[in-house]
């Protein structure tokens, strides 16, 4: 393996595998359309879309919110096999303890957070008596109808929500940070 410098002046170092390249990149889309989604849910609620925005454009929210949350669980799901099939590169230079930490302790609870969080929603959604909705079709219930399961379980996954929320910042924080100040490569190992 080479080090070498780009353009920038950043250092350029070994990438990750292109399948583990393009499983981070759909799955970043798929979080933060589903933020964008649960979001407006949190500002309007069901009542209060349905009031601004029509019934349509509160249906589709709502579809959308729940498919595209379920697509995260399958592909985390993928991630975590692609990742224990071809590991993580060598970072070049080293990074840091307090780096690899970070890293590692950011990394681990986004992964957590973004397997746990469609499993909460979908068990919210189960108790509630709605369908589990995933681009057209839906996946089975996992409970019986239970209103205040469903009511705790949205107030967790709306805790969820903010959690990943600090993380996926965080985590765009850092990587920008190596970028521009630090200029070691790390954030050029997950660019295409």
């Not at 929210?61 to 498919?67: E, G, M, P, R």
Request: aromatic fraction near 10%; glycine fraction near 10%.
């Amino acid at each position: 393996m080479t080090d070498m410098t780009d353009a920038t002046g950043e250092t350029s170092a070994q990438g990750y595998p292109a399948v583990r390249k393009l499983l981070h990149w759909v799955v970043a889309l798929c979080v933060i359309l589903t933020l964008i989604g649960g979001l407006m849910l949190w500002k309007y609620g069901f009542m209060g879309l349905k009031d601004n925005f029509g019934i349509e454009t509160t249906n589709f929210v709502y579809k959308y919110h729940k498919s595209f949350g379920l697509l995260i669980l399958i592909l985390m799901t993928v991630r975590i096999i692609a990742k224990l099939m071809m590991p993580d590169p060598p970072h070049v230079p080293p990074l840091s303890a307090f780096h690899r930490i970070a890293s590692k302790s950011v990394h681990g609870l986004l992964y957590l957070l973004l397997l746990a969080q469609p499993v909460v929603g979908w068990v919210a959604t189960s108790a509630g008596g709605f369908p589990a909705e995933f681009f057209g079709g839906a996946f089975p219930d996992l409970v019986g109808k239970d209103k205040a399961l469903s009511e705790a379980l949205y107030g967790v996954h709306g805790a969820l929500g903010w959690l990943i929320i600090l993380l996926v910042a965080i985590h765009i924080g850092a990587a920008l940070l190596h970028r521009f100040v630090y200029k070691d490569g790390v954030m050029a190992r997950m660019l295409p």
